[in-house]
């Protein structure tokens, strides 16, 4: 299973809204990504997770806050957002790079996004 | 901390036609190189990588690329596109032992039938 899934696939929320996106992958990958992306834009890297612990946090406000349960999820909790924040919201994973599995080329898996709007 | 750089922003090309586009990057070491592809409304997809060895790298849907050292680069290229080919087109960037993965800019595609 080479799946990066993601709910849901679309949000719309207003600015006091409290809302929660989910990633999941079973790939048996240790490092979790969140991304942001504007239309026509590259992905931006918001969050990386690595062995479930937060391993680098771009600058990103504090109304989006970021999860690892477990080895297999991430959530990424949203709060107080402004109408700017709307993006598509890209999870991704891979092997850790120079963790226990150590990858030489650390090939990153996208889920197809979570499309969202703030009103 | 590595960077990566795509010069052509809008490529129109018609079917049958021959395809490169510039990927650049700028890092002082050992670096991995990837082509991804997103089209119309779908999830980012791999077209290739390059970590080391073969320069000439062979990718899916009949891509490949060329690393080419001297020059901090790996262009993609396809002999014959097609229609079905028309996406927007990111290089990325990240050094090994390190899980800070770096796009560039994207080039979008676009064959006319």
């Known amino acids: 299973d080479t799946e990066v899934t993601q709910t849901p696939k679309h949000l719309v929320m207003g600015m006091t809204n409290k809302k929660s996106l989910k990633c999941e992958q079973h790939?048996?990958?240790?490092?979790m990504y969140w991304y942001k992306q504007k239309a026509k834009k590259p992905p931006e890297l918001m969050f990386v997770y690595s062995y479930e612990k937060l391993s680098i946090n771009e600058s990103v406000p504090s109304r989006f806050s970021p999860e690892c349960p477990n080895s297999s999820l991430l959530n990424l909790h949203l709060h107080a957002l402004q109408p700017e924040d709307s993006a598509l919201y890209l999870c991704?994973?891979?092997?850790?790079?120079?963790?226990?599995?150590?990858?030489?080329?650390?090939?990153?898996?996208f889920g197809p996004g979570t499309r969202l709007t703030v009103l | 901390a590595q960077s990566v750089s795509q010069h052509n922003h809008h490529v129109i090309l018609s079917e049958a036609a021959s395809l490169e586009l510039g990927c650049n990057y700028s890092?002082?070491?050992?670096?991995?190189l990837f082509w991804y592809v997103q089209y119309p409304g779908q999830h980012l997809q791999l077209l290739l990588k390059?970590?080391?060895?073969?320069?000439l790298v062979k990718g899916i849907k009949g891509f490949e690329a060329e690393f080419i050292k001297s020059k901090f680069s790996l262009n993609l290229r396809k002999p014959s596109v097609q229609w079905s080919d028309t996406a927007e087109y990111f290089c990325a960037v990240n050094a090994p032992g390190n899980n800070d993965m770096r796009f560039g800019a994207g080039t979008r595609l676009t064959v006319k039938p």
């Open positions: 790939m048996g990958h240790r490092a």
């Open positions: 390059y970590f080391s060895g073969d320069p």
């Open positions: 991704a994973s891979s092997k850790v790079a120079g963790g226990s599995y150590v990858s030489s080329y650390n090939e990153q898996f």
């Open positions: 890092y002082g070491g050992t670096v991995n």
